[in-house]
């Protein structure tokens, strides 16, 4: 079964500094990886996903993930943080089998600082 | 606007009781899950099913249970709820393998 690592509950970082999350999984097989975010109240969004191909990938709102196989790694980065970045983020892998057996992350919270 | 509707938003429930917990899409996606969400260990998997009429075990299936008689219903029903299913719970569906999950808003439920 695949698993997920986010390193840190909590991420705090000041408006228009370096946005970094770190995510670490594990899987058997070639992996999906998707991060998600959720606002307060709210159900979660798709931000980016992975699937094959370039290992850069661009999501929306200027965040963006890459692949690195060989630290089983999927990093969100965004240049420059925005206040209404602030929410909770959650990466996910599944199998490429199927959905089924996709599994989040615990979630980072990131708090932006005016 | 094209989602998933969840109902109720919010739900306390005395132990012992049986609820039903609605989710209702309206993109035709064969694939429904019903997740819950616990501070500190993220989301977990109660029930999926890949297409109507048929549905499977996730992660954490015990106390629930769920139908699916047609693509666009996903009801989990709780037959006794217990204190510890305490939870937000989270319909979601998908186009399939390698399709991210389209989330509801959740239900806020709290057993006491």
């Known amino acids: 079964a695949q698993s997920v690592t986010q390193l840190g509950s909590h991420v705090s970082v000041s408006e228009g500094a370096l946005v970094l999350l770190r995510c670490n999984y594990s899987?058997?097989?070639?992996?999906?990886l998707f991060w998600y975010v959720q606002y307060p109240n709210q159900g979660l969004q798709l931000l980016l996903k992975?699937?094959?191909?370039?290992?850069l990938v661009k999501g929306i709102n200027g965040f963006e993930a890459e692949f690195k196989k060989s630290e089983t790694s999927f990093h969100l980065t965004k240049p420059s943080a925005h206040m209404s970045d602030a929410a909770e983020y959650f990466c996910?892998?599944?199998?490429?089998?199927?959905?089924?057996?996709?599994?989040f992350g615990a979630g980072t919270r990131l708090t932006v600082k005016p | 606007i094209a989602g998933i509707t969840q109902a109720p938003t919010s739900q306390i429930l005395a132990a012992g009781r049986r609820m039903t917990l609605r989710c209702t899409q309206d993109?035709?996606?064969?694939?429904m899950y019903w997740y819950r969400q616990d501070l500190g260990l993220g989301l977990r998997l109660i029930h999926y099913?890949?297409?109507?009429?048929?549905?499977g075990k996730g992660e954490v299936p015990d106390g629930y249970s769920v139908s699916r008689a047609n693509t666009d219903d996903f009801p989990l029903t709780l037959a006794s709820a217990v204190p510890s299913q305490t939870s937000v719970y989270f319909c979601?569906?998908?186009?399939?393998?390698?399709?991210?999950?389209?989330f509801g808003n959740g239900t806020r439920l709290t057993v006491t």
């Open positions: 979601a569906s998908s186009e399939g393998t390698g399709s991210p999950l389209h």
């Open positions: 899987s058997s097989v070639p992996p999906y």
């Open positions: 992975y699937t094959t191909g370039a290992t």
């Open positions: 996910a892998v599944s199998a490429r089998a199927n959905n089924n057996d996709m599994r």
């Open positions: 993109m035709r996606h064969n694939a």
């Open positions: 099913s890949n297409t109507a009429g048929t549905t």
